[in-house]
């Protein structure tokens, strides 16, 4: 993850058009024009043909520009772009627009070589170019420009670019930032997404999207983005087709837009599918992203739009909120008696202003649900002298009320007041359902990115030296696809409840043996290395519940499977219990691995049919139990699982620890390529596998180093034993924010004024949540906990470090709780920490340190940092820089 120079890509003082050009609609001339227009800083035309572009002197060269300009549009022939960027970059440049088309795949990389020793970041090539409208900077040759805003956009599609900036300027939409990758060589998402998620001014991102390149980068930044704004994806490609050669059901359904879907939601963000909805959920999500979002109240002056709006409901999934007895009386002591008494409410057409405003404080009182507000204008009472009645109510904080003013003239002057008070509002009741839909799934994406749980859970049961002699035997064996036997027994090993199975020869009377010792009804499978799916070919009978009855089976599926697959070498037969449960369901849990994210878990309705059904939900590891809950909910048999009638409910947590185990399988066993486990049944006793499929490759392409998402790094956990007392030291969790607050309100107030970690002792949940909710890839923040006698734990201290993208410097921070100083514990911490960074290869540890901090600066020489002045404010003798070289010790 890099933004390293993007602020010169994106505020520069001085910007040079290397092509720039007075011929009529030539890419050059576009750009110089558009960079004309507005832009306020130090502007240089560069074409050795002409002395002057327009009133500008041009240059004939780079070097022969009076400065090195902060960043430079390239508009001149693939060829000489490589050379040009190399001149760049040793003038001092550190950015670059390259809206140069054409260039192959040798040019790109010829590119690439030249910006890599300069560090000079570059947009593009075959990118329109990039606006900053706050700043006039229009760096690009669109047709037209984009006004100030505070929404960022950013698409790989050059002429959705243009297309957009058309559209949004029809309807008033302003940016902070809008930005064309093109082939993004260089700064792609995930650099973008690291930049603007910090950006004070923008309030929401906007991504076009068609491929991702780096999985575990865009999901690393897209992660840390999402935790500050919303950030909403449109993406191309929905319609791809699943992967026709997979081996398993699971395969078959994880296409790869039904993963990226899952990559979304794990990531905090939402998406979307269409423009108009992207436009939709941004004012949705910017302006009422903390109000609650769970149901919905409908309150209207017209019977018509509440129905339309219930019915629009009813159909996105949005529960409308029951009112209890005790809603139904404050509302009736201040609605007239022909009210609606129910949701949607209906406080008839006649409705003054004082009616509206009795109606939302009776609603107030119920915290959990938001208020649509519906007004239809009539004759009785200016839409405006209402507006400005309920405008209390409707910007109290938490934000509760979504606004829907209907019709045109007559409330424009009601909406704009609304629009101005920052409250969101929609042309029609279904779109502004449509909005709150999408607000729940928002909601639901940043509940699962607060997850970050282990690759494996230390206190489940994995014999992981049986599974390992499972999979080396059928490597060695030349083989991929596991029999079902040694498929049941690597899930058996993983800790996954397993139905009995005996395996028997090709004959009728092992056949037999097998079943008497088991007990009838029995279930009899065919046994092939080279028959996967054993259902197609006959091969599978249930409810056999008599020797004679086995024998006959036995005799016919070997027939039967001789003249469909002549060519499989038959072992035999796996005979196991016919498994009954009243009230049962039959299940899929299965794993692939997607060509970009890597390991996927897949849940959903199984059995035969489930390529027809296909009822599935699919999630990146790691899973714990909240995630694997979440995905099962997202499926249509979840309300089934949930009971129903005289139907009890199925043990759904049965269900989720099995998605747990096998999310722990792929962690530990990068051998793993597909898994099924179809059908899993499942009733209100637990949950039993059936039947089970398992491709293994010497290639190794599960694993916890190819999860798209870092898993808690629970190998970093230790404990301690510090004055008389066991005292863990680990990495930081999201969940301990609660007592992360109550440790940093324990410090003394000059402990915080000489720490630069943190700035001030009361600190917001936004703050809080950037402390505690990391990506472990490209920060780390130790901390030091003990028990309490109530169970839970208390933090004494942390260390914490953010490293830069090349791994070369980690700036460190280290702050223990001012009653607990002087013991040791500071130092513990850093030592911890300066372990980590040399294990990972981090080159150095550095940190800026206030002259009269003491004892930071004895820990600092106790631990051979090297001390002196801030090379960034030299003369600024307040301060002291101190560094340590990590991996030659000797140095320092």
């Not at 900036?165 to 008033?172: P, V």
């Not at 915080?752 to 890839?777: K, N």
């Not at 260390?799 to 009653?819: L, T, Y």
Request: hydrophobic letters at 45%; a negative charge.
């Amino acid at each position: 993850m890099s933004i390293r120079h993007l602020d010169a890509l994106f505020s520069p003082a001085s910007v040079a058009v290397l092509g720039a050009s007075e011929r009529a609609a030539s890419v050059g001339a576009t750009v110089w024009r558009n960079l004309s227009a507005e832009f306020k800083g130090r502007l240089y035309p560069v074409n050795p043909k002409h002395r002057h572009i327009g009133d500008a002197p041009a240059y004939a060269s780079v070097a022969a520009l009076p400065e090195a300009p902060d960043l430079a549009i390239i508009c001149t022939p693939a060829a000489t772009v490589p050379g040009l960027i190399a001149q760049l970059g040793e003038r001092g440049t550190r950015a670059a627009v390259v809206v140069t088309a054409g260039l192959d795949k040798a040019t790109k990389q010829a590119m690439l070589d030249a910006a890599r020793p300069h560090t000079l970041r570059f947009l593009g090539p075959n990118c329109i170019g990039m606006l900053v409208p706050h700043l006039g900077l229009n760096a690009s040759f669109a047709h037209i420009g984009a006004q100030p805003g505070e929404l960022a956009f950013v698409s790989q599609s050059g002429a959705l670019v243009t297309a957009m900036l058309d559209w949004a300027s029809a309807r008033g939409i302003g940016f902070s930032h809008f930005v064309s990758l093109g082939e993004h060589a260089d700064v792609d998402f995930g650099d973008m997404l690291d930049f603007l998620g910090s950006d004070p001014h923008t309030r929401a991102i906007l991504l076009y999207i068609e491929s991702v390149e780096e999985a575990r980068k865009f999901m690393s930044a897209a992660r840390a983005a999402a935790r500050n704004k919303p950030v909403i994806v449109v993406k191309a490609g929905r319609s791809a087709a699943g992967q026709a050669a997979a081996a398993s059901h699971t395969g078959a359904l994880a296409g790869s837009d039904a993963v990226f879907d899952a990559a979304i939601a794990r990531a905090g963000m939402l998406r979307v599918l269409t423009l108009d909805d992207l436009f939709l959920a941004a004012e949705t999500l910017a302006r009422f992203r903390d109000g609650p979002s769970e149901k919905l109240v409908v309150l209207t002056n017209g019977g018509g739009a509440g129905v339309m709006a219930a019915d629009e409901a009813s159909a996105l999934g949005v529960p409308l909120a029951p009112l209890d007895a005790a809603m139904l009386a404050r509302l009736d002591a201040v609605l007239p008696a022909n009210w609606s008494r129910a949701n949607p409410v209906d406080i008839i057409g006649d409705a003054p202003a004082e009616r509206y405003v009795a109606a939302l404080e009776a609603l107030a009182t119920d915290r959990t649900s938001a208020v649509l507000f519906i007004h239809a204008p009539t004759a009785i009472v200016p839409s405006a002298e209402i507006a400005q009645a309920v405008l209390p109510q409707v910007t109290a904080r938490p934000r509760r009320v979504l606004g829907s003013w209907l019709g045109d003239r007559a409330v424009a002057q009601a909406r704009q007041t609304f629009r101005d008070a920052g409250v969101p509002d929609y042309a029609t009741p279904e779109e502004a359902v449509r909005a709150f839909a999408l607000l729940r799934s928002y909601r639901q994406h940043q509940t699962e990115l607060l997850q970050t749980p282990p690759a494996r859970d230390a206190s489940h049961a994995m014999d992981l030296p049986a599974v390992r002699a499972i999979v080396d035997a059928v490597l060695a064996d030349g083989r991929e696809i596991l029999t079902e036997p040694e498929a049941k027994s690597l899930l058996a090993a993983a800790g996954l409840p397993v139905v009995p199975t005996r395996v028997a020869g090709p004959s009728a009377a092992e056949a037999e043996a097998a079943a008497e010792a088991l007990g009838y009804p029995v279930v009899v499978k065919i046994l092939s290395h080279a028959i996967s799916h054993k259902s197609d070919v006959g091969g599978v009978r249930l409810n056999i519940g008599s020797a004679t009855e086995l024998a006959q089976v036995c005799t016919a599926m070997l027939q039967r499977v001789r003249e469909l697959r002549p060519d499989a070498d038959v072992q035999g037969f796996t005979v196991q219990p016919m498994v009954r449960k009243k009230h049962a369901h039959e299940l899929i849990v299965g794993a692939s691995v997607d060509r970009l994210f890597g390991p996927v878990i897949l849940f959903g309705a199984g059995g035969t049919a489930v390529e027809v059904l296909a009822d599935r939900a699919l999630g990146l590891p790691p899973l714990n139990t909240p995630l694997a809950l979440a995905q099962i909910a997202r499926t249509r048999i979840h309300r089934l699982l949930r009971g129903y009638r005289d139907e009890p409910a199925a043990d759904i947590d049965a269900v989720a620890q099995v998605l747990v185990s096998v999310s722990e399988l792929l962690a530990e066993v990068p051998e793993i390529a597909e898994l099924d486990i179809n059908p899993l049944l499942t009733n209100h006793e637990g949950a039993i596998a059936l039947d089970a499929r398992v491709r293994v490759s010497a290639q190794r392409p599960a694993g916890a180093a190819n999860f798209a998402i870092q898993p808690y790094p629970v190998e970093l956990v230790e404990t301690w034993a510090w004055r008389g007392q066991a005292v863990t030291l680990r990495p930081i969790r999201p969940e301990d924010e609660p007592q992360h607050r109550a440790f940093l309100e324990r410090l003394d107030p000059e402990d915080i004024r000489l720490r630069v970690f943190y700035s001030r002792r009361h600190i917001e949940h936004s703050e809080l949540a950037r402390l505690t909710q990391i990506d472990y890839a490209r920060e780390m923040v130790f901390i030091a906990t003990r028990p309490l006698p109530a169970g839970d734990e208390e933090t004494l201290g942390a260390v914490r470090v953010a490293i830069d993208p090349d791994n070369h410097d980690a700036e460190f921070g280290v702050i223990v709780r001012s009653d607990l100083k002087g013991g040791g514990l500071g130092r513990r911490l850093m030592d911890k920490m300066i372990g980590h960074l040399r294990q990972r290869g981090t080159q150095r540890l550095v940190g800026v340190v206030l002259r009269e901090n003491a004892g930071m600066l004895e820990l600092a020489r106790a631990l051979g940092f090297q001390e002196g002045a801030h090379p960034g404010e030299p003369n600024d003798l307040s301060l002291r820089f101190v560094s340590l070289d990590l991996q030659n010790p000797s140095r320092t």
